[in-house]
């Protein structure tokens, strides 16, 4: 390996060593109380070394959190394919919350972290390939679409965040809390298929008249 090369290797490791440290504290500490100096002191660098490498805290925390809307953009993109949009919401909901328990301390950032309204001004997009939540409001249009549902859920707006809200409720649970020992846990995948049952039986017509 030449002297290039390698240097590019540890650049690249460094980064990557600086981002998991400030994911970690941001999740644990919020964005607000933790400082480049802290992010610093974590991996034992100078605060000048980060700065080679990210400009300020906001930077560090936009491309934390475009890389992992990204991963989840990207996990829902693979059921684009599903032709019945209620199957296809059905499935989406077991993936987001496998994508949350495989990355929790991803989800916590993305969803349980506040962040400054730059951060999330940089983060909009109405492509569904890259916003998840895009994808998930337009399968929840197409539901509605097929006017399977009942007259008071037409909303595809508010269906989107019914089912949004169900799922990261007992994913922020499951997360947050899995070491309660007074919360019976049952199987997450089989939870998860209830909850999506039980929304979507409470918004479709009954398909037998």
Not at 108 to 123: I, N, S, Y
Request: overall charge neutral.
């Amino acid at each position: 390996m030449g002297s290039a090369e390698r240097r590019t290797r540890e650049r690249t490791e460094t980064r990557e060593r600086i981002l998991e440290a400030a994911r970690e504290m941001f999740v644990e500490r919020g964005y607000e109380a933790t400082t480049m100096r802290a992010i610093a002191d974590r991996i034992e660098y100078t605060p000048t070394a980060i700065y080679h490498h990210f400009r300020n805290k906001e930077a560090l925390l936009a491309e934390l959190c475009a890389a992992d809307f990204r991963a989840l953009a990207g996990a829902f993109q693979k059921l684009a394919r599903i032709e019945d949009p209620v199957e296809r919401l059905r499935r989406s909901g077991q993936a987001y919350v496998e994508f949350g328990l495989q990355h929790p301390m991803q989800y916590q950032l993305m969803f349980m972290t506040r962040k400054p309204a730059e951060v999330l001004d940089g983060l909009q997009s109405t492509d569904p390939s890259a916003n998840a939540y895009q994808f998930l409001r337009n399968t929840c249009a197409d539901v509605v679409a097929t006017g399977r549902l009942r007259p008071e859920y037409q909303d595809p707006d508010e269906l989107a965040l019914m089912a949004w809200s169900a799922l990261h409720g007992f994913l922020s649970l499951r997360i947050v809390k899995e070491g309660d020992e007074f919360i019976r846990w049952r199987d997450s995948k089989s939870t998860t298929t209830r909850i999506c049952d039980a929304l979507l039986e409470g918004v479709l017509r009954d398909q037998r008249r």
